[in-house]
């Protein structure tokens, strides 16, 4: 039980630490994602600002509508702008969409821009084309080419100050910038936003975050893969044994205390069962003499008394025996307390002993449940009932508590002794037709020195409270049990049960 509870306590650490784990993945996982999208991100808004920048630029536009001069657009928004910012090349389409200048001339880049931004192409150069003829605004988009991947960005070019016949709407030239995402840029971002093991890929990478670089609902052109921190692992592993070891001590403190507890507790009960003995003994030596004189008395063994003392000499015997059965039922609770209780055993007829029973009850207390005469007492024992191997002594003590107990409580009905056979156990009871007892009540009955049924002080019947907590320890150390079945109002049943184990064929 003690071991079943440090899995346990250890179980909930466990599963407590791993929920606090996983939500502390959980929230930095949503935060290397954010980070993530904001890298980016700004990378989309640079190439957006310098293709706005650059394409809202009276040269720029004179470049596209008048004189188309490719050594100026190379030194002016080809080799400039990649020695500058850092982009990969450059494009400038007419109104129909026709590349008049592309740059660099070298290397995998196609020399068309409709061809080189593949299918949507056409329809993101027209997206940019709607803008609003005095202003430039920049859209970006993600293409694939071959291999490699790229990030565009394209703004139509624009008048610095349009008035006019150029505030009409018509189709614009456009200015298409793009920055390859290769490896230098992605160490880059990684590096930046301290994002561990940042890739792209064509497929999300098993065992790693993902992020799909896609353009509007279109499906991904490609993925951003990075390895999220785990602080959740981190904090798992890092508190996990010392909670567990601060568990183990907890264990080892409440496993010690609770040993010193039961050994004071144990020791106590030594005590307590010496001193009952101690007691009991004291009690008996006076007590043996005064059952011995007023029996004397009561059998007028010195000759003849008065009547009235007769009387008096009757009820000092009969108390008398009444207190020796209670200092004998203390000493027994004392034995099998202290575990020195043991049985003598030996082959014996049920019958005799249950027909024998009878002749020690005596008259009950006046004033015990109502009851002032003694019950009638009969009994089946069916032919078929062998023999038991008991102690045949401590079988007919349990056996008279029974019956004294019916006898207590019988209202003056008849009392039932019956032995039956069931699959090899010997049952033997004990029914009466009296008051009975209550189910709470009896719950109770096998507690020391409990007694149930009427509470007050005239009323409560004569006992100690001590003879079912002996009886049924008695059955025990048989190997069997006390049974009690009671329905109040209609009488009790006590079951004697012994095993099959102690019959003899």
Partial sequence: MSLLFLVLSIGAVTYFLSVAAERENNVAYRESRHIVETAFSLKERDLKNWARDYAWWDDTRNFATLNVDIKWAENNIGTYLQDSFGVTGSFVVTPDLQTIFYSPRTGNVLNNAQDFIGAGGTMFLRTVQATAMDSSIALTRYVRSGDRLYLIGAAPITKEQPSGDDLIRRPRPILVI????????????????????????????????????????????????WLPSTPGDELFSELLPKLSLVSIMLFTTALLIFFLWWRTASQANIEKSRFLAKMSHELRTPLNPIVGFSSMMVNETLGPIPDLYKNYATDIHRCGMHLSGVIQDILDVSRIEAGEMALSETEF???????????????????????????????????????????????????LNLISNAVKFSAGKEILIRATLDNGCVLISVEDKGIGISEHDLKLLFQPFVQVGQQSIENRSHGSGLGLVVSRELMRLHGGDLLLHSKLGEGTTAIMQFPASRSVP
Avoid: C, H, W
């Fill in 178 to 225: 793009y920055k390859e995402l290769d490896s230098a840029v992605v160490a880059e971002m990684s590096g930046q936003f301290l994002l561990n093991d940042l890739r792209i890929a064509s497929a999300p990478i098993k065992n790693a975050a993902s992020f799909a670089l896609q353009n509007d609902k279109e499906p991904p052109v490609a993925f951003a893969s």
């Fill in 349 to 399: 007829d049920i019958a005799p002993l249950i027909d024998e029973v009878p002749a020690f009850i005596g008259t009950p207390f006046s004033g015990n449940a109502g009851q002032s005469a003694m019950p009638k007492i009969s009994s089946e024992v069916p032919d078929g009932i062998p023999k038991l191997r008991a102690d045949r002594l401590r079988v007919q003590q349990v056996l």
